[in-house]
């Protein structure tokens, strides 16, 4: 999640609103009310949107009379009602929202307040981890919960983690498995029951 977040208010000119995500490098922002909450949702496209008029001269036929102007502040062009997620929102339905909804960013709320932003560069980010880091994660997680060193060795590959060791029953097993796949980069997570030499 990024935090802190750009955003605009519904009265923020659209050349503006373009000069911050220019600035930025973003490709969106939530749209705030005077109470700080989100209520809208501002993109490239929304600002991009009946902005660039047709040449006449590369045209056959004329451009229709009373076309109408886009609008010049961010509250005219744009998206609501916006798809907010809680702070609590698994990655899985993150990524779920994005490819359903085909949205660029989710704003995380708490009671219409933003914490963070997630967007679809966030969630890739986390399948280019690189295998090492995802290990050491994992590996870090199983100690501190376990309070023990050395009596599972974990491994990754291509976010492919796999657990071995001596687990003390089933539960401690899926306890673990449940750990790993809280680590960005994991895919999918094997716990193998193993003394280790």
């Known amino acids: 999640m990024t935090h802190p977040v750009v955003t605009v208010r519904p009265d923020t000119t659209v050349a503006g609103a373009a000069a911050l995500l ?28 009946d902005r660039m008029p047709h040449d006449p001269r590369s045209h056959l036929r004329p451009v229709p009379p009373g076309r109408q102007e886009p609008g010049n502040i961010v509250g005219d062009v744009m998206q609501v009602p916006v798809i907010c997620l809680g702070g609590g929102a698994d990655v899985a339905d993150l990524a779920a929202v994005m490819l359903d909804d085909n949205v660029r960013a989710v704003p995380i709320t708490d009671g219409g307040r933003l914490l963070g932003i997630v967007s679809r560069r966030d969630l890739l980010r986390t399948l ?35 657990i071995t060791g001596a687990f003390d029953d089933p539960a401690q097993q899926k306890t673990f498995s449940v750990l790993a796949r809280t680590v960005p980069g994991v895919l999918r997570v094997n716990t193998l029951m193993r003394r280790l030499q």
Do not use: C, F, K
């Open 128 to 162: 280019v981890r690189d295998d090492a880091d995802v290990r050491d994660d994992v590996a870090r997680l199983i100690e501190d919960y376990a309070d023990e060193h050395d009596r599972w060795r974990v491994e990754a590959e291509n976010g492919v983690v796999t």
């Open 22 to 49: 220019r600035d930025h490098n973003i490709t969106s922002m939530p749209v705030l009310d005077e109470d700080d909450r989100v209520i809208g949702i501002v993109s490239e496209v929304d600002l991009l949107r």
